[in-house]
């Protein structure tokens, strides 16, 4: 029996065991924190018996589950939990530190909401800003020291004039990333680790953040193409109002950093705000769109098939790089890759493999919430669908039958069942 499960899942998916286990790898991982010898010793002991022929078809998966979870476990010990000697989290302290950081910009600035504090109101405060910034040096009594890692900048003012790939100099208090003091409070420090923050930066006035320009050796090119996109998607909108261009800007691209605060609040409260998350939906469109349009002009299906990996690509670095958008781009660019060898799909396969693909490329994102609703979402529709077409289906003829009296239902009852799709979902 064990035997022809793992057969089964050999054939269905044979990158699930090694997907399933590097999850399982970071997890243990996140919360019991082995060290390195550990998890290396799991990973001998689950590779000497894979010698034996006889042992790998009988126990092969578990012993690749086994082997994942160590690598698993590696891989988030050394993107969370060690820190670089030249990290400029050595620098920062929790209770602020006066420090002026050169580096560049990452991610487009952003307004932020009201702020938390319970006087806001009664005193008067600019439009609060953040943005990320890749530290490059720190000032330090005999001059510019080198350093690495990402922070997490807030102006207590408008700064939105400043674009990704900028070099600025930042002059502010510069903080250590601390766990929340009340029990059961949201754990800031951990999540904005997740993100790769490694410290974070506070500034009082837009004159803190001097501009460097853009170093010219820096390669621009993704930034000229997004800037270009958002200028044709947007160059009709001109004359609208900035909640237009910035509504339809998160609803193709994803890009929020515009997005009106008002509006957004309006969306939650109106329950609607999956509206503007950008998810593989829009990839999906895209790839449908470019292969019925290739083969309008009568193209190959390899020729569509191309430039479909051509549109995902150029998709991929124009829309903002959030989990679900690259789950859908690796999992479209899997799915073109397997029109060109003519291998057959599998739901979960597809999964297993952009899951493995990301895990390897940022562990930590196996704990982002838009990455664990974005496969759940795929594995939903992927395997409870046939199942609840299935169901709708057997109501319908229980309604016939018992309501309506059809004498027909059972022919038709036949016919439904033989042209049902499996219960385990697509092979």
Known sequence: MLQQASIAIM??????????????????????????????SIFVVSSLPAISGTIRRTIG???VFVAAVSVGGLLHLQAARTIPASSIEHYADPAGRIARVRGTVVSEPQAL???PNPFAKWTYQGERTAFLVEAESIEGVEGEITVTGRIRVTVQDAVLDLSENEKVEVFGRLFALTP????GGFDWSGFQRRQGVVARMSCDHRLNVRRLGVDPRQRRWITWLRTTVRGLLTDDL????????????????????RFDRRLNEVFIRAGVIHFIAVSGTNVAILMSFVWSIGR?????????????????IIYALVADPR????????MGLLFCIALLLRRPQATLNWTSAAT????????TTVFDAGFQLSFAAVLGVGYLAPSLQCAMAAGRLWFQHVVLGDRFVVQDRQLILAAAPPALGPD
Not at 180 to 183: K, S
Not at 356 to 363: Q, R, S, Y
């Open 11 to 40: 054939r269905i998916a044979p990158l699930f065991p090694a997907a399933a286990g590097l999850i399982a790898g970071i997890v243990l991982d996140e919360s019991l924190r082995f060290p390195v010898l550990a998890y290396v």
């Open 61 to 63: 998966l578990f012993l």
């Open 113 to 115: 909401g009201d702020s």
């Open 180 to 183: 929340p003091q009340n029990p």
């Open 238 to 257: 001109a004359t609208g109002t900035p909640e237009e261009v910035s509504l339809l800007e998160a609803m193709v691209l994803g890009h929020r950093s």
């Open 296 to 312: 309008l002009l009568r193209r190959t299906k390899r020729r569509c098939t191309w430039l479909m990996v051509l549109s995902i």
């Open 323 to 330: 989990p679900p958008i690259l789950r859908a781009t690796v």
């Open 356 to 363: 493995v693909i990301l895990i390897l490329f940022d562990p």
